[in-house]
Nanobody, 115 residues
Framework: QVQLVESGGGLVQPGGSLRLSCAAS????????MAWYRQAPGKKRELVAT???????NVADSVKGRFTISRENTKNTVYLQMNSLKPEDTAVYYC?????????WGQGTQVTVSS
């Protein structure tokens, strides 16, 4: 089973920046896509960004131009660089990793954007 450990969340002011990291444990199965989701209280879970094993990326329209997803395959680590943060970005952010058979979820990390 793949274990995902997230870090980098915290409290920032509007306009500030954070970088989230998610490290996957070693697996006997190759990790394909990795992604970031977020969920705010009372709202549905939202897909934020995805990245393939080849490095192709997609980000949600709500964060396009502000967030960047990247990965280091040799470390099985995915990052989410968040710039120009807005209060509506406040949520618990979750990392995911896909193998051929399963999707694995991290524990989540809180991001709060407030004055």
């Amino acid at each position: 089973q793949v274990q995902l450990v997230e870090s980098g969340g915290g409290l920032v002011q509007p306009g500030g920046s954070l970088r989230l990291s998610c490290a996957a444990s070693r697996s006997t199965f190759s990790i394909n896509n990795m992604a970031w989701y977020r969920q705010a209280p009372g709202k549905k879970r939202e897909l934020v960004a995805t990245i393939t094993s080849g490095g192709s990326t997609n980000v949600a329209d709500s964060v396009k131009g502000r967030f960047t997803i990247s990965r280091e395959n040799t470390k099985n680590t995915v990052y989410l660089q968040m710039n120009s943060l807005k209060p509506e970005d406040t949520a618990v952010y979750y990392c995911t990793a896909n193998t051929y058979w399963n999707v694995y979820w991290g524990q989540g990390t809180q991001v709060t954007v407030s004055s």
